[in-house]
């Protein structure tokens, strides 16, 4: 699970990432002083769970976990006590108060750890995978669309834009869990937002792929694999 910690104090920042650092489950992707700032992170590094503070500058956890999707996990981790029902409200996992214990860290964190579990188990019910096609659930209806069908699928928040020579269909998923699905020779993730069908691919340059009348930039972490696989010639 990716997870960040939110909190306006170094000193509690250190010591959650020491916890964080204990079990495998979790990977810490980002630590962060203030709201504003996880806000902003979010918007394009999807998050697992969240360590959040309470009592911070400006905008505080309460308000900021209000605001969040609620397929990311909060657990608050906060010096006021008085903030435990408030916290129900937003359906936190947890709420720890500081100074924290690591064996009541890991309580929290293996609650987070199920919940996650199920979470990830009923996007993947909303998706059904054949060999040459796929069943998306959009707008109370199951479409099939057939993979030589997919230009590319874009990824926005918790839903995902699967784009089509001729529609254009939104389901709620994940990029990564649609992109578990789908055949890897035939799919590649060519940044943090899109994933494209090499075969649609009309050409492509130091940046970008060309799909048709589609330009689509591609990643940093992603361009060595991306040329190796066309220098390969695996497609």
């Avoid at 806000?39 to 999807?46: A, D, L, Q, R």
């Avoid at 608050?76 to 100074?99: I, N």
């Avoid at 937002?193 to 492509?204: E, H, M, P």
């Amino acid at each position: 699970m990716k997870c960040i910690i939110v909190d306006d104090e170094p000193i509690a920042r250190e010591g959650l990432e020491v916890f964080i650092n204990k079990i495998p489950e979790l990977k810490l992707v980002g630590s962060l002083d203030s709201a504003d700032s996880a806000s902003e992170y979010i918007e394009t590094n999807p998050v697992d769970l969240i360590f959040l503070d309470i009592e911070m500058p400006e905008i505080n956890g309460l308000e900021f976990a209000r605001t969040i999707s609620q397929n990311t996990l909060v657990i608050f981790t906060t010096a006021y006590s008085e903030y435990a029902l408030d916290s129900y409200e937003v359906d936190a996992v947890d709420y720890l108060v500081k100074p924290i214990e690591y064996d009541r860290f890991k309580k929290a964190v293996d609650k987070a750890i199920a919940y996650h579990s199920l979470l990830v188990s009923e996007e993947k019910e909303e998706i059904e995978s054949d060999n040459d096609f796929i069943f998306v659930k959009s707008e109370r209806r199951y479409f099939k669309v057939h993979y030589n069908e997919i230009l590319f699928i874009e990824g926005l928040k918790d839903y995902v834009i699967i784009q089509t020579e001729t529609k254009r269909i939104i389901t709620k998923l994940y990029l990564r869990t649609i992109l578990e699905l789908l055949p890897d020779k035939m799919f590649f993730r060519i940044n943090k937002s899109y994933i494209v069908n090499l075969r649609k691919i009309d050409s492509f340059d130091n940046n970008d792929v060309f799909i048709g009348k589609h330009e689509i930039g591609i990643g940093a972490t992603y361009r060595e694999e991306f040329y190796k696989i066309f220098m390969s010639r695996k497609i």
